[in-house]
């Protein structure tokens, strides 16, 4: 296997017709933002293209940069790789392995816009309530709220700013707490 970096027009970068994976308008405007506003990040995290400059990885970067009109991209050149290889790339490098420690997304990480940035709040969340540690059933209690992907974005930021305004130590509820309070503040 051979490994090249450069930078090419993206019009030389063709998209994978049999990527199994798709994105919606909302996340492709998403997808557009976090580029633009963070462009470098393409350098950091390149599209990988086999030798006939077919996405193995990076087609929704790819539909993201020709929807904001942008003229080049760096790509990772990967040549001598078999149909197989190239098919199993392609899934694994969309999987998504691990999940999100929601304290420390909370503490360290709370005054960023997650959400827009590509965290799955929601489903964060999920997975953080199967780590955590059982309690007493006399502390425990459990709220679970289902939102659209627009509507978990606008509660992350209503939460953020809640969390930054109020400066209050956060345990373990510190999501009910606020989601209670935002309920409140919209009714």
């Known amino acids: 296997m051979k490994v090249e970096i450069k930078t090419v027009k993206i019009s030389a970068i063709k998209l994978n017709p049999d990527n199994p994976r798709t994105i919606s308008k909302t996340d492709i405007d998403r997808l557009v933002k976090s580029l633009t506003d963070f462009p470098d990040m393409l350098k950091l995290r390149e599209i990988v293209v086999d ?5 193995l990885g990076g087609n929704m970067r790819l539909l993201a940069l020709k929807k904001s009109g942008v003229k080049e991209a760096t790509v990772k050149i990967v040549t001598g790789l078999t149909k197989e290889q190239k098919r199993e790339f392609v899934i694994k490098d969309n999987s998504s392995f691990g999940s999100w420690d929601m304290d420390a997304l909370a503490n360290a990480w709370g005054d960023l816009p997650l959400a827009d940035w590509g965290v799955d709040i929601t489903a964060a969340w999920q997975n953080d309530e199967a780590t955590t540690e059982p309690k007493e059933e006399s502390e425990r209690y459990k709220l679970i709220f289902d939102f659209t992907k627009d509507d978990a974005s606008f ?6 700013k809640d969390l930054v305004k109020n400066k209050e130590e956060m345990d373990d509820h510190w999501r009910e707490r606020c989601l209670i309070r935002l309920l409140k503040k919209l009714k």
């Open 155 to 160: 509660v992350q930021t209503v939460l953020h």
């Open 51 to 55: 030798e006939t400059m077919t996405v």
